[in-house]
């Protein structure tokens, strides 16, 4: 009896501990489900339009005029043409789980619709459209003389001299050609992609995440691996360089020039770090408006916000060819797709799950997608995944509406 007795105050003991731990984690507990449930089937539509409660985040301050979109709406072709198949453009927009498609065309909205129970206010998460944000406040710091592209990252973070970016300049990194070994496959629960995402959740530090990574792929330079720890290295440089960090510098240079319509925020590390790889979070009509500052060369409302000399470098191909095949070519964070040229130098923003900045210099089309698509990597028809088809779809859409 005695040690039944002692068997029973040992699991009391246990299961009270356990309650305390869990209590004084409990913070912890809810951020690493909503890491391992973020992508749920039925979960994934109402997560992604809003991120700020179950993550760190801290808000973008805006103060910008906002300027109203005029409206000229033009109706969608009814199908597109990819690798020589027809799509019903309905069909596919659902099958792809859309939640947003906003095409503007010439200034003005040609085509406005939302769907899955999203609304046109929704705060929705950018996933790597992030990293153009990215770039694009790297371009105004480049032209303010405080970021020398061909120096290392070191020269502006001294830590890195002590890690696998030791000697990698910032182009390299810029270009997804560091050379740092980072597994990023969502698929797998111990890739680096994943660990990231846990640290993020168990409010480690993303600075020191990438400082500690391990093992290099080959020599910088050579070929590009998209690796999004690069991005934040980025977001390290840009803060050193500037002394701000990324949400405060993004706002003063774009957000209020820009006149966002509501205030987006950053997913953040527990230091206020912004997760610069894929944690802002804006409308659909305020990705359209980054969007159609670079289709107009940097400028917003006739106001220079970006160096015009950037949207050129950052929007063509700079990056080496890609260590695997890829239909898609890479400049400063921003991608390109085969036959570019061909298609009106069009260039776009791309996330994972299907969110899209695309632009059409030849004609004048910005277009934003967003959607919660959890078979975004899965083949569609032979070897074709979505991104190939929703590039199709995209300049059928941009020519049929400048028509």
Request: charged share 20%.
């Given at each position: 009896m005695r040690i039944l007795k002692g068997?029973?105050?040992?699991?009391?003991?246990?299961?009270?501990?356990?309650?305390?731990?869990?209590?004084?984690?409990?913070?912890?507990?809810?951020?690493?489900n909503a890491v391992n449930t973020l992508f749920s089937e039925e979960k994934i539509v109402v997560n992604f339009s809003n991120m700020r409660d179950l993550f760190f985040h801290t808000e973008i301050p805006s103060s910008g005029e906002v300027?109203?979109?005029?409206?000229?709406?033009?109706?969608?072709?009814?199908?597109?043409?990819?690798?020589?198949?027809?799509?019903?453009?309905?069909?596919?927009?659902?099958e792809s789980?859309?939640?947003?498609?906003?095409?503007?065309?010439?200034?003005?909205?040609?085509?406005?619709?939302?769907?899955l129970g999203t609304e046109k206010d929704d705060l929705r998460v950018s996933w790597s459209v992030a990293k153009s944000f990215l770039s694009a406040a790297f371009g105004i710091a480049v032209g303010e003389g405080k970021i020398d592209l061909d120096k290392p990252v070191e020269d502006y973070v001294s830590e890195f001299a002590n890690s696998n970016y030791a000697g990698v300049t910032v182009r390299n990194v810029l270009n997804m050609a560091s050379?740092?070994?980072?597994?990023?496959?969502?698929?797998?629960?111990?890739?680096?992609?994943?660990?990231?995402?846990?640290?993020?959740?168990?409010?480690?530090?993303?600075?020191?995440?990438a400082l500690g990574l391990e093992g290099r792929e080959r020599d910088q330079g050579v070929a590009r691996q998209y690796v999004s720890i690069d991005t934040h290295v980025l977001a390290m440089v840009l803060r050193a360089?500037?002394?701000?960090?990324?949400?405060?510098?993004?706002?003063?240079?774009?957000?209020?020039?820009?006149?966002?319509?509501?205030?987006?925020?950053?997913?953040?590390?527990?230091?206020?770090?912004?997760?610069?790889?894929?944690?802002?979070?804006?409308t659909t009509r305020d990705y359209a408006r980054f969007?159609?500052?670079?289709?107009?060369?940097?400028?917003?409302?006739?106001k220079q916000v970006i160096p015009a000399g950037w949207v050129v470098a950052s929007t063509i191909t700079s990056a080496p060819p890609?260590?695997?095949?890829?239909?898609?070519?890479?400049?400063?964070?921003?991608?390109?797709?085969?036959?570019?040229?061909?298609?009106?130098?069009?260039?776009?923003?791309?996330?994972?799950?299907?969110?899209?900045?695309?632009?059409?210099?030849?004609?004048?089309?910005?277009?934003?997608?967003?959607?919660?698509?959890?078979?975004?990597?899965?083949?569609?028809?032979?070897?074709?995944?979505?991104?190939?088809?929703?590039?199709?779809?995209?300049?059928?859409?941009?020519?049929?509406v400048s028509e």
């Open positions: 068997i029973g105050v040992l699991l009391l003991a246990l299961i009270v501990g356990a309650g305390i731990l869990a209590y004084l984690n409990w913070d912890k507990l809810v951020r690493l300027i109203a979109w005029e409206e000229a709406p033009e109706p969608l072709p009814e199908a597109f043409t990819a690798a020589g198949s027809e799509r019903n453009l309905s069909e596919w927009l659902e789980a859309t939640t947003s498609l906003l095409v503007i065309q010439d200034g003005k909205i040609a085509h406005e619709s939302y769907y050379g740092v070994k980072f597994n990023e496959d969502y698929l797998d629960f111990w890739s680096d992609i994943n660990k990231m995402g846990r640290v993020l959740a168990l409010g480690g530090s993303m600075d020191d995440f360089a500037t002394g701000e960090k990324l949400p405060a510098y993004l706002a003063a240079k774009i957000i209020t020039p820009l006149g966002f319509s509501r205030q987006p925020y950053y997913l953040t590390d527990s230091e206020g770090n912004a997760f610069a790889l894929g944690g802002l979070n804006v969007g159609q500052m670079f289709l107009d060369n940097g400028k917003w409302q006739g890609a260590a695997v095949d890829d239909r898609f070519n890479y400049g400063y964070q921003w991608w390109i797709p085969s036959k570019s040229v061909e298609n009106g130098g069009d260039f776009m923003a791309r996330g994972i799950y299907g969110q899209f900045i695309y632009i059409n210099p030849r004609t004048r089309t910005v277009i934003v997608r967003n959607a919660a698509n959890r078979n975004f990597r899965a083949p569609v028809t032979g070897d074709l995944i979505p991104v190939d088809i929703h590039t199709e779809m995209f300049r059928a859409i941009a020519q049929h």
